[in-house]
Structure formats: structure tokens, C-alpha cells
């Protein structure tokens, strides 16, 4: 029986990327990450990990040649941990190195100016939504301490193709979790933009790897649709007494 509820994102047919928020029952706060893709080639990656941070890797053998497919997913930076399901991620880790700044306060300051990227002869704006069209892609940030947390997401607006900026600032509860995703959750083409409020969910487990499998369950079911399976990975970073935890899923 799972000690885990994440119900919540369980009962999306496709969420695209998520980003939870939460503190176990003995009160270590964690930051956990699930990669899905409808795209075969898409889910042709992995999260891979090293000392300080979770990254969006390719298969062995594949490129990495599009910047909105890899990228640092988690990062921890002295006291606080960082997430995001892009380039802006860059951004986060200069702020959340800023010991004064509470985790609201990182993303407000990261991603308030136009920050321009450029690849392959294109830029494009890190703090705005994913020039993928017909879906434009919210961008979705992340930052934890030990006590509060914080999202913040970009999204296009059907209007003139402006931009529309929700943030949401929180204290962490023992054994609650919040998470948020780029799309609403259904399956449809062009796909429909996070708009609801936070998914609520709740933690019993105390360890990184149990964790990781609570999220990676919740994402690994088959769609009654097409008879396929989105899943690609899991990932959480946790805050302990002398560090950080990690653990990484990977379904290829």
C-alpha cells in the first residue's frame, strides 16, 4: 500500500513536467520532479544527477541539441533548492545564492526582467513561455528553504500573445506537499496551460528513494486512449541535518 498521495497528479492524463514542494512527517523539506513526453522522440531522455544538482539528459547516444528538452531540472544552492523545466533554472541559482532572499523573493527577482538566450542563430526570452508552438509551454520555477516554499509560472495569453504571471508563496506543512505543472492535465492538441490551483498532496514516507517512487507512480499508468505510457522519470532533492539528499527514477 503507498504511503504516499500525489492522487492528484495521478489523475492527469498528461501533465508534461511537475514540480512538487513538500516536508516529510519528521520535517525535512524536498523538492520532487516528474518528466512525462507524448513525443517518442522526446521520451528518448533521462534525469541524470551529480553532486549538486538533477539534470534533463539524453539517452546515451542521443543529441542534446534543443534547449527546451535539457536543462538543469534541481539544483541546491547554499540553503535553498531550486527547480524549473528549463534554461531559467540558470537564473534561479544566481538569486537563491543571496542568503536575504526568501524562496518568493528569488523567483520574483529571476524572472521579472527579459533574460535573452541564443541558440542556434534564434533567441528567445528564458523568462517568458516556450517558443513551441502550438503549445507554448508555461515555464514553471521552484524554490524551497527549510521553512516556506514558492512557484512561479509564465504562460501566454490568448490576447496578442502577451504574458500572464501567477506566483504562490506557502510554509511547508510535516507530511503536506504542493506541486504544480506546465500543462492542466487533459490530452489535448494544441495542449491547455496550467490554470488551477496548486495540486494538494500528502507525504508518510521519510526517505529520497521512497519518495521518488511515490512520484514516479503517480505519473506511470497507461492512457486508455492510445494504449501508451508517458513516464519518463522521477527525481527528489531533500534537505537533511548534514546536506542533501538525492534520489533519481529513470523508466529507460
Not at 551529480?50 to 541539441?65: F, I, T, W, Y
Not at 541559482?93 to 518568493?104: A, D, E, G, M, V
Not at 506557502?170 to 490551483?197: A, D, H, M, W
Not at 497507461?222 to 494504449?227: E, I, L, S, W, Y
Amino acid at each position: 500500500m503507498a504511503l504516499d498521495d500525489f492522487s492528484a497528479l495521478r489523475g492527469m492524463v498528461y501533465s508534461g513536467r511537475a514540480i512538487t514542494i513538500g516536508m516529510t512527517s519528521q520535517g525535512n523539506p524536498f523538492v520532487g520532479y516528474t518528466l512525462t513526453a507524448r513525443d517518442e522522440q522526446n521520451q528518448r531522455r533521462i534525469l541524470g544527477y551529480n553532486r549538486d544538482s538533477v539534470k534533463v539528459k539524453s539517452l546515451p547516444g542521443e543529441k542534446e541539441d534543443n534547449p527546451l528538452h535539457f536543462y538543469p531540472a534541481i539544483v541546491f544552492v547554499k540553503d535553498k533548492i531550486v527547480a524549473s523545466n528549463g534554461a531559467q533554472t540558470e537564473l534561479l541559482i544566481q538569486r537563491s545564492k543571496h542568503l536575504s532572499y526568501p524562496p518568493y523573493a528569488v523567483l520574483e527577482t529571476a524572472m521579472d526582467n527579459p533574460f535573452i538566450k541564443n541558440f542556434d542563430g534564434q533567441e528567445f526570452d528564458i523568462t517568458s513561455y516556450e517558443p513551441d508552438s502550438p503549445n507554448f509551454t508555461p515555464r514553471i520555477s521552484a524554490c524551497l528553504d527549510r521553512n516556506s516554499g514558492a512557484f512561479h509560472i509564465v504562460r501566454r495569453t490568448e490576447l496578442s500573445n502577451g504574458r500572464e504571471v501567477n506566483q504562490f508563496s506557502f510554509q511547508l506543512i510535516p507530511g503536506r506537499t504542493k506541486t504544480i505543472t506546465t500543462y492542466q492535465g487533459g490530452n489535448e492538441s494544441p495542449l491547455v496551460s496550467f490554470k488551477r490551483g496548486l495540486l494538494e498532496g500528502r507525504v508518510s514516507s521519510s526517505s529520497v528513494g521512497e519518495i521518488t517512487d511515490s512520484l514516479f507512480d503517480s505519473i506511470n499508468h497507461v492512457n486508455p486512449q492510445d494504449g501508451r505510457n508517458y513516464a519518463i522519470a522521477s527525481a527528489v532533492v531533500m534537505k537533511g541535518v548534514n546536506g542533501f539528499d538525492f534520489s533519481v527514477k529513470n523508466r529507460f
